[in-house]
T-cell receptor, first 115, second 115 residues
């Protein structure tokens, strides 16, 4: 069955370290998204991609970067981790570029703690 | 810009009682609306979506939602709550691109079900 996976599921790191969170989907979807979920804020979009070599900033992109070298993967990198980036991170994918009725499929999440 | 407001961050019902989770949207164009559910320690999954066909939309697990343009609402209901319905529920509206990407989420409503 097609799926979307994230690794690691839990990560503890120190302030200032570079951290990369992996997202891999086997749906062969064009679109991939990274969100963070914080109490009281719901889900906020960090970055998204509509296809290979395409990346776009979301509303909370500062301090994060992504690259899309193939269809299946969209790794999220925290360049220099800060305590404010302690959060639960979700990756999602959807099939159709620009389709407003498209369903997003979510991974299980990565809980990141920055000490 | 589109937005959604979920009234009530926490809702508690007794098992067997009616579930009503409220969502109001703001949109300058006809919206496409979604309800997602997040069970503890899991990613989000689609419950149902409104794509401008029928105004009463039926979803999984006995949930349904009615699109009411005059009230700019898309409230989620279930006639009889079950313990397994305890989760967080997110209403979302889709838009084309921009810094918020495809989906704009509400802040979520946590549903508790008492035995």
């Amino acid at each position: 069955d097609a799926e979307i996976t994230q690794s690691p599921r839990h990560k503890i790191t120190e302030t200032g370290r570079q951290v990369t969170l992996a997202c891999h989907q086997t749906w062969n979807h064009n679109n991939m998204f990274w969100y963070r979920q914080d109490l009281g804020h719901g889900l906020r979009l960090i970055h998204y991609s509509y296809g290979v070599q395409d990346t776009n900033k979301g509303e909370v992109s500062d301090g994060y970067s992504v690259s899309r070298s193939n269809t299946e993967d969209l790794p999220l990198t925290l360049e220099s981790a800060a305590s404010s980036q302690t959060s639960v991170y979700f990756c999602a994918s959807s099939e159709l570029a620009g389709a407003l009725t498209d369903t997003q499929y979510f991974g299980p999440g990565t809980r990141l703690t920055v000490l | 810009a589109q937005s959604v407001t979920q009234l009530g961050s926490h809702v508690s019902v007794s098992e067997g009682a009616l579930v009503l989770l409220r969502c109001n949207y703001s949109s300058s164009v006809p919206p496409y609306l979604f309800w997602y559910v997040q069970y503890p320690n899991q990613g989000l999954q689609l419950l149902l979506k409104y794509t401008s066909a029928a105004t009463l939309v039926k979803g999984i697990n006995g949930f349904e939602a009615e699109f009411k343009k005059s009230e700019t609402s898309f409230h989620l209901t279930k006639p009889s709550a079950h313990m397994s319905d305890a989760a967080e529920y997110f209403c979302a509206v889709s838009q084309k691109g921009g810094s918020q990407g495809n989906l704009i989420f509400g802040k979520g409503t946590k549903l508790s079900v008492k035995p």
